[in-house]
């Protein structure tokens, strides 16, 4: 993608008015095509200087996240801690660059040795974010030992952002009843003992953002890497009374937060019910259907105009009221939808949903 359609379609994305939890972690996906990294971060704080939740693509291992999140997230005691990022820079700087910044002793420090060695963290890039409240939030953008320091060009890109980031934080969020699914699923096997003995890299990063709303300090068991939700024991046991001829609900259920919903379904995985049968455990993320239609207009042809126009559809309004929220003639739109149906081979309002709903492989960083 084009720099220019990249922050196009990055500005149109922070510009759906969604909750910044369900929507950061498309927006850091995004990111990306606009600043190279191995890996992106989000960090929510409130007043006075506290991280409240974090949501990383970093797939970080579960002694290695107990450390961090434990002993160096808000800990005020350790000056290499991540509450103080934001000391290192000057008032009014919104973006720092640890190649720039970061003092000779922290690569001596235990937060260099404990977390960022182990993990080949090598390079950060940073961009301080204001919310209306006056809390201050952090993004963070992390390259690997080995690969190349990040540039002033870098610096100037993650600015030019800052504003639209800003922008999500302080959205007048709208609620929505639609959500579908965002081709992210992982699985889980567990055991009869409701034990997790098997998970999938995506099945352990959607169980952590199902299971906890909140991940911060003290939130979460980072021996398990998640405390396992109720509700998929429930799914067990749901699964075993269907073995047993039984009378049960099927072993569905959905658990929902600010992260998203997430579908669960339980299969048997070997054995007709034996104490030795595990249980597999699929999870699927759905969004907001904007989110979903954002994502996948991403690798589309379609102008900034145009995206406007599908997201309107997929509300239900009609030409006229596009129109009049575009500020634009009805034929003006009449031409924006047939040109989109030219460039998606499409003939239809359906056949355009059906279209832009299309669950494609997704690889999301983690």
């Known amino acids: 993608m084009k720099h220019a359609a990249a922050i ?9 008015n969604l909750d910044s939890q369900t929507l950061m972690p498309t927006v850091l996906q995004t990111l990306h095509d606009l600043v190279g990294s191995d890996s992106n971060g989000f960090y929510w704080s409130a007043q006075p200087e506290r991280i409240t939740n974090v949501y990383s693509e970093e797939s970080m291992p579960r002694d290695i996240s107990a450390l961090f999140f434990d002993e160096f997230l808000n800990n005020r005691k350790r000056p290499d801690a991540a509450i103080h990022i934001g000391n290192l820079m000057k008032p009014g700087q919104l973006v720092g660059n640890n190649a720039r910044l970061f003092p000779a002793a922290f690569y001596e420090s235990d937060n260099y040795n404990l977390i960022w060695r182990p993990l080949r963290r090598k390079w950060l890039l940073w961009a301080m974010l204001h919310d209306q409240h006056g809390n201050t939030h952090t993004v963070s953008l992390r390259r690997l030992n080995g690969e190349t320091p990040f540039s002033l060009q870098d610096e100037q890109r993650l600015a030019q952002l ?19 699914d965002h081709g992210e699923s992982g ?6 003992q409701s034990k997790i003995r098997y998970q999938s890299e995506e099945g352990q990063r959607l169980l952590l953002l199902a299971a906890h709303p909140v991940i911060s300090s003290g939130s979460v068991n980072w021996g398990t890497y998640g405390d396992l939700p109720v509700q998929l024991r429930q799914l067990c046991a749901r699964l075993n009374a269907i073995y047993a001829g039984q009378s049960a609900t099927p072993p569905l259920d959905v658990i929902e937060n600010r992260w998203g919903k997430f579908v669960f379904r339980a299969h048997y995985l070997s054995g007709t019910g034996n104490d030795d049968s595990l249980f597999g455990i699929t999870i699927q993320r759905h969004v907001p259907l904007a989110l979903k239609l954002m994502a996948n207009m991403r690798a589309l042809n379609l102008s900034v ?7 309107l559809l997929a509300k239900g309004k009609s030409h006229s009221a596009i129109a009049l929220q575009l500020e634009v003639s009805p034929t003006t739109i009449v031409d924006h939808v047939q040109k989109i149906y030219d460039k998606l081979g499409v003939r239809s309002h359906n056949a355009l949903m059906v279209r832009l709903s299309k669950n494609e492989t997704r690889q999301l960083r983690h």
């Open 187 to 192: 699985l889980i096997v567990m055991d009869q």
């Open 305 to 311: 105009r145009q995206k406007d126009v599908c997201l």
């Open 162 to 180: 800052v504003p639209y980031f800003t922008h999500a934080l302080n959205a007048s969020v709208q609620t929505s009843d639609e959500f579908i």
């Open 8 to 16: 196009a379609h990055f500005r149109q994305l922070c510009c759906l």
